[in-house]
């Protein structure tokens, strides 16, 4: 039940943005998205739920497709602060509180 | 608002010893969860509970177990350690465990070597 995630890892450069893709092979109920940067704990970005609605940062944008069962999280005008790995985790019901995260994808801002 | 506190923050015991993590989760949440993390797996389900009650299991062997405490603190225990279970243990707490999805509010881990 474990989503892939896609690319493993990407390097930018300040101000070039990225999208990072999130796919389950199950029906989801929501997407949520995280960032950890190294030696921290996970914290928390946004989720969006099925129906639509969508909570989270003012600064990163992202998609879910129901159909698909397809997320991405858009970042744009990268900063130096972006950088850290980024998980999505999927819920399959409501409630659930049993995200299953994918295996991360590493991301690098380079001045 | 303290966070979520996890302790001990590193620790190291041989194999076939036991342990146990302790998570004490923000004030008011009553959910917790427990993630395994190792390098290329990312986090792995391992249980959550709520109001003491298990709600919720990964895929992870019997030796893998856990409570929760009337105050919401939780405790997981690993007995009969391998090399394998080296990893970072990560506590989650959130709000509730009703209708809508719940945002996790990590603790910054236990990391155990096993050797």
């Known amino acids: 039940q474990q989503p892939v995630q896609s690319p493993q890892a990407v390097i930018l450069r300040e101000g070039e943005d990225a999208v990072i893709n999130c796919s389950s092979s199950?029906?989801?109920?929501?997407v949520h998205w995280y960032r950890q940067k190294h030696g921290e704990a996970p914290i928390f970005l946004m989720i969006l739920l099925k129906g639509g609605e969508q909570k989270g940062h003012d600064k990163i944008s992202a998609s879910f497709n129901e159909k698909k069962q397809q997320s991405s999280l858009y970042l744009t005008a990268s900063q130096l602060s972006y950088s850290g790995t980024y998980f999505c985790?999927?819920?399959?019901?409501?409630?659930?509180?049993?995200?299953?995260f994918g295996t991360g994808t590493r991301l690098t801002v380079i001045p | 608002k303290a966070g979520v506190t996890q302790t001990p923050r590193y620790l190291i015991k041989t194999r076939g010893q036991q342990v146990t993590l302790s998570c004490s989760p923000i004030?008011?949440?009553?959910?917790v969860s427990w993630y395994q993390q190792t390098p290329g797996q990312g986090l792995q389900f391992l249980f959550e509970?709520?109001?003491?009650?298990?709600?919720n299991k990964g895929n992870f062997p019997g030796r893998f177990s856990g409570r929760q405490f009337s105050n919401s603190r939780s405790e997981m225990n690993v007995s009969t350690l391998e090399l394998g279970d080296s990893a970072l243990y990560l506590c989650?707490?959130?709000?509730?465990?009703?209708?809508?999805?719940?945002?996790?509010?990590f603790g910054a881990g236990s990391r155990l070597t096993v050797l």
């Open positions: 509970y709520f109001s003491e009650t298990q709600r």
């Open positions: 985790g999927t819920e399959i019901r409501t409630g659930a509180n049993n995200l299953f």
């Open positions: 004030s008011g949440h009553r959910s």
């Open positions: 989650a707490s959130s709000f509730t465990q009703g209708a809508g999805a719940n945002v996790l509010t």
């Open positions: 199950k029906a989801l109920y929501s």
